[in-house]
């Protein structure tokens, strides 16, 4: 048999409980009567707010302006009014102007989309601005705005544009679904960026646990007037991050602190390419993303298209509610999501998934001193020492942390997730991340 | 005679030694400038870093090759600085008041109102990068000690009601934990000062009661109690102007809250461990 | 402080350490089958003093009893020669946990293995009560499960170990399957090898240190015995004498105080433990050399770890 390509170093083998909402079609979400919609979803600068209290919004409206060149406007989901513009605090401690949104009783008709072709006509300057313009950002999780993304810096050719469908996070399913129904969209998403970085290969990565994505995109590549190729992939987590992606498919290692594009590769996820075929051919902005509900708290699994600033409450409502006692809500994977605290917090251009989980599959023992058996060190891969730079945090040295990699250091959760004495090895990793950070800032 | 042997035996090799190490501290004996000498003996020698360089042997040489700022070392104060100043041939311009820290706030598991349960890495850094902290309020103390920590005298520690508090007679106002709260609770406060708002909620009103019973509310009951106390209500906050000379009892025994409290009050509690302490330990 | 209300168990759970100490169960109930019920006393006797020294210190460090001071007692009881007195194994322990762990700051901190230290402690202190004194075990059923102590004039002079370094023959079965005198737990080549390998299909022990420790002492200890060095143990009864498996398996692959971090380090930690097992038994008077081996091995451990580290980071550094 012929070897499956994966990364060498490190990784691990988590149950991937995909079974729960696999087959489960894609079905659009009911809107909700109230939006909160931050202006901070993206990774970079914040939108600047355009609207004020008491406007009335219509779908697709721009209520934030992209502030800086790392940065994505924000656009309304519905017709509705500004009830209110407030403070949100994030989950991730950053506080942001967020919108409340009240949606109007009647909705119009919400305007039909066709494909036009239009867009070969466009220049690659033109074709930026039109998926900056429309709010694309990288839906896998980073939320990295796309058109930045997709600027080749001068000097630097693309060898590799490598279309990930890996999603390597157990439970989700979100990316496999939309391989399944909306595999055109994908292609032309392709095609579009095809033609922005103008790769000498494009290459799918797929793992081999999902055999049925793999034969569908295996199908619809082959109609296609320029060559693509999808690769299986061997089963292992992190695969679906860029850095492990590259090297399990072309062999090429992103050197420490670099981007992809230092080795002649650029990475994007299917859930991006579609929203770029939406922002580019249909001229559709970004204001929906895809969501997974599963976890075995929730009474129907589902992968909803969910409109941006709807609550997170409103989704486990539409998905029958609780069956068991949830323990703990995730949004994003159970690798590298985070845990809610407030079921109103909205669904934004990150939110990936969101986990119900019971008692069963939450371990919540206690944390025990450090056995030093090095568990951590063989599933990094990064090829850090998690351990160490543990210790170096714990004993408030950053620096010393940052010298032996803190920074190369992705939060992947193998460390963590391997840990016998449950040590919170990547919240500690990314409180070091923060005080570095913190200190450049200052 | 095996005694005489190894008794000569181990003079002659002490002897050798010795006369290596004088050899050895003549010849490669490091030349270095008097006046780092000078100004390191005039600074405390408490390492504590709150300078910004790695101890005062780094901040002595910083300020004799770099031009250092000499003010910087806060636990010596004025009296260090003049004598650096002196040493240095520069004048300077400092004020004689010291400056100790305090933590400005009461909220705890009793008076407060919480958001989640927290069990990750013992750290206010940690916590408050998850929304800002567990508790409801955003400003306030999150209580995990990160600057019990960073103390390089040990002046922090909890009080008998799981509040942090400063020993304003140990603080030597380095200031480390001011920099490392996250949530900015830990202010700088002249050590003379008799009451500090315990609060730094800049919430309204209506929102500081529903989250804590003992924040400041901004009712502005000090200002008018107290007018000479140097008092002023800012965004719901009440602020000491410690210039203002005049009394603050007033204002102290009428605020509704009871949040503007004698210092001299605030001391960690010499009460024997406590079950939250053992747990802070621990980590 | 979520739950100020509950009380932290006293020890901690440590999932690890709790299935290092199910594998020596076995081990146990053949020293009672061996050597009788004695045994059980002396590990009975073992673990109150490891734990409570450990429990004094935790109590002032403020941390929990881990786990591992059983794993610690239960591998130090059973490195006991059956007719230890009861108060020396105590001070043993005492000495393990105390000195061993405690002092370097407790449990994940200590440099040696705690029951290597314990034990080479009392057999350099006591030497006479540890090593002239082993009995043969009982056999046939029902063994010492009907007995407090063998017979004491069936009392030999030594080990299978210290017998084989005087020159005399044994035969293997006895050696393999434990009936031989020894050390409470270290008889049963057959017992240790099944629970070892238990414990590295489960990964709770490197099979790279294990094996590493095999290749490093059976490749110099076949050089010296077929160069025809005087008083060379056969290599291969070697193995099977004296405690090499058990600590091998046991005590060599302790994680705290063996090198961990890199598999290389693991490999080149597990050599020295063979080498330096092999060169002390052979060229010194102490026959249990695999004491020594390890906790010499221990000292090298953290080198071990950030030499490789840093040797991996030269690499990265001159890759990009």
């Known amino acids: 048999m012929k070897q499956l390509k994966t990364f060498p170093k490190g990784g691990v083998h988590p149950a991937d409980h995909k079974a729960l909402a696999a087959d489960q079609a894609i079905r659009r979400a009911d809107p909700p009567s109230v939006y909160v919609i931050p202006m901070a979803q993206h990774l970079g600068k914040p939108a600047d707010c355009t609207v004020s209290s008491g406007d009335q919004v219509t779908e697709g409206m721009v209520l934030g302006s992209s502030s800086g060149f790392i940065s994505a406007p924000v656009h309304s989901p519905v017709n509705g009014t500004v009830k209110e513009i407030v403070t949100l605090q994030l989950p991730n401690g950053q506080k942001t102007q967020a919108l409340i949104l009240e949606a109007l009783e009647s909705q119009e008709e919400p305007p039909v989309y066709t494909p036009s072709e239009d867009w070969k006509n466009l220049d690659k300057q033109a074709l930026l601005e039109r998926i900056a313009s429309m709010g694309v950002v990288g839906l896998g999780g980073a939320t990295f705005p796309a058109h930045v993304k997709f600027t080749v810096p001068k000097g630097s050719k693309v060898d590799y544009f490598i279309v990930n469908g890996v999603e390597c996070e157990p439970y989700l399913t979100a990316d496999y679904r939309l391989m399944l129904e909306e595999t055109p969209g994908i292609l032309q998403g392709i095609d579009v960026v095809r033609s922005l970085l103008q790769p000498e290969h494009i290459v799918i990565g797929i793992e081999n646990n999902k055999p049925e994505a793999l034969r569908v995109m295996r199908d619809a590549v082959e109609a296609l007037d320029f060559p693509v190729e999808v690769v299986p992939l061997k089963l292992k987590y992190p695969q679906g991050d860029e850095k492990q992606l590259i090297k399990a498919v072309t062999g090429r290692e992103v050197p420490s602190g670099g981007l992809p594009i230092a080795v002649g590769a650029v990475v994007s996820n299917v859930a991006t390419l579609y929203g770029v075929y939406e922002a580019v051919v249909l001229g559709k902005p970004l204001t929906e993303r895809l969501v997974t509900v599963t976890g075995q708290g929730i009474q129907k699994p589902a992968n909803l298209k969910v409109k941006i600033g709807t609550s997170v409450a409103e989704l486990i409502e539409q998905c029958g509610g609780f069956v068991k006692k949830p323990v703990k809500i995730v949004s994003g994977g159970p690798m590298m999501g985070f845990s809610l605290s407030d079921l109103n917090t909205p669904v934004t251009k990150g939110t990936g998934g969101i986990l119900v989980l019971t008692e069963e599959e939450v371990d919540r023992k206690n944390t025990t001193a450090c056995l030093q058996c090095g568990r951590c060190v063989q599933v990094c891969p990064m090829g850090l020492h998690p351990t160490r730079l543990y210790k170096w945090i714990d004993h408030l040295d950053y620096e010393a942390a940052a010298a032996e990699g803190l920074m190369d250091c992705k939060e992947c959760g193998s460390c963590a997730y391997s840990c016998p004495a449950r040590i919170p090895l990547v919240q500690g990793m990314k409180l070091g991340k923060l005080m570095i950070r913190k200190k450049k800032a200052n | ?283 | 402080m979520a739950d100020k209300a509950k009380k932290r168990p006293l020890v901690m759970k440590q999932k690890i350490m709790a299935q290092v100490v199910y594998a020596l169960i076995p081990l146990v109930v053949a020293s009672i089958y061996f050597f009788g019920w004695r045994s059980l006393a002396v590990l009975a006797v073992v673990n109150l003093a490891g734990f409570l020294s450990e429990y004094v210190f935790a109590r002032v460090y403020k941390q929990q009893v881990s786990s591992a001071v059983f794993v610690t007692t239960t591998l130090f009881a059973l490195s006991m020669p059956p007719t230890v007195p009861l108060w020396i194994a105590a001070v043993g322990i005492v000495f393990g946990v105390v000195f061993g762990k405690m002092v370097f700051g407790g449990f994940g901190r200590n440099i040696f293995n705690p029951a290597l230290s314990g034990r080479a402690f009392v057999y350099v202190s006591f030497g006479y009560p540890l090593t002239s004194s082993f009995i043969e075990p009982v056999s046939g059923f029902p063994g010492g499960f009907a007995r407090w102590l063998p017979e004491l004039d069936s009392l030999t002079k030594a080990t299978p170990l210290i017998r084989l370094s005087g020159g005399q023959d044994l035969p293997f079965m006895d050696l393999f399957l434990g009936s031989t005198s020894g050390s409470l737990g270290e008889t049963s080549a057959l017992l240790i090898i099944i629970t070892g390998v238990i414990l590295l299909i489960l990964k709770t022990a490197s099979y790279r240190i294990v094996l590493a420790c095999f290749i490093g002492y059976l490749v110099p200890q076949t050089a010296f015995f077929f160069i025809g060095l005087s008083g060379v143990l056969h290599p291969f009864y070697g193995l099977f004498a004296g405690s090499l498996l058990f600590a091998f398996f046991y005590m060599a692959t302790d994680p705290i105080s063996s090198s961990q971090t890199t598999n290389k380090g693991r490999w080149v930690y597990g050599l020295l433990v063979g080498v330096l097992t092999s060169l002390i038994r052979t060229f010194s008077s102490w026959p249990e050399a695999v004491t020594f081996a390890i906790l010499l091995a221990n000292m090298f451990a953290p080198l071990l770890d950030y030499a490789f580290k840093q040797a991996a980071a030269k690499k990265k550094a001159a890759a990009t």
């Open chain 2, 1 to 283: 005679m095996i005694i005489l042997y190894s008794f000569l035996a181990v003079a002659v090799l002490g002897g050798l030694f010795g006369i290596g190490l004088a050899v050895a501290a003549k010849a490669l004996a490091v030349e270095k400038d008097d006046r780092i000498l000078a100004v390191e003996a005039a600074l405390p020698g408490a390492n504590c870093g709150g300078c910004g360089y790695a101890g005062c042997a780094a901040y002595a040489e910083a300020i004799v090759k770099e031009d250092a700022d000499i003010t910087l070392c806060a636990p010596g104060g004025a009296a260090v600085a003049r004598a650096i100043a002196e040493i240095m041939g520069i004048s300077v311009e400092v004020s004689d008041q010291k400056m100790v820290a305090m933590v400005h706030c009461r909220g705890n598991r009793d008076t407060c109102t919480y958001k989640f349960d927290y069990n990750g890495i013992r750290d206010c850094n940690a916590l408050y990068a998850l929304y800002g902290g567990d508790k409801t309020c955003s400003f306030g103390c999150l209580g995990l000690g990160s600057c019990m920590k960073v103390c390089p005298v040990d002046a922090i520690d909890y009080d008998s009601r799981g509040n942090v508090v400063v020993d304003r007679d140990v603080c030597i106002s380095c200031g480390k934990c001011v920099d490392v709260c996250p949530t900015g609770v830990m202010k700088m406060v002249p050590y003379s000062a008799d009451y500090i708002v315990a609060c730094h909620s800049i919430d309204k009103g209506a929102l500081v009661r529903k989250y804590c019973t003992v924040g400041c509310i901004g009712c502005k009951m000090c200002e008018k109690k107290s007018p000479e106390g140097g008092f002023t209500v800012e965004d719901f906050l009440a602020r000491i102007d410690y210039d203002a000379r005049g009394s603050r009892d007033e204002a102290a025994a009428a605020c509704p809250p009871k949040c503007i409290l004698r210092v001299s009050s605030l001391k960690p509690d010499l009460v024997p461990v406590t079950a939250l302490q053992e747990e802070n330990e621990e980590a």
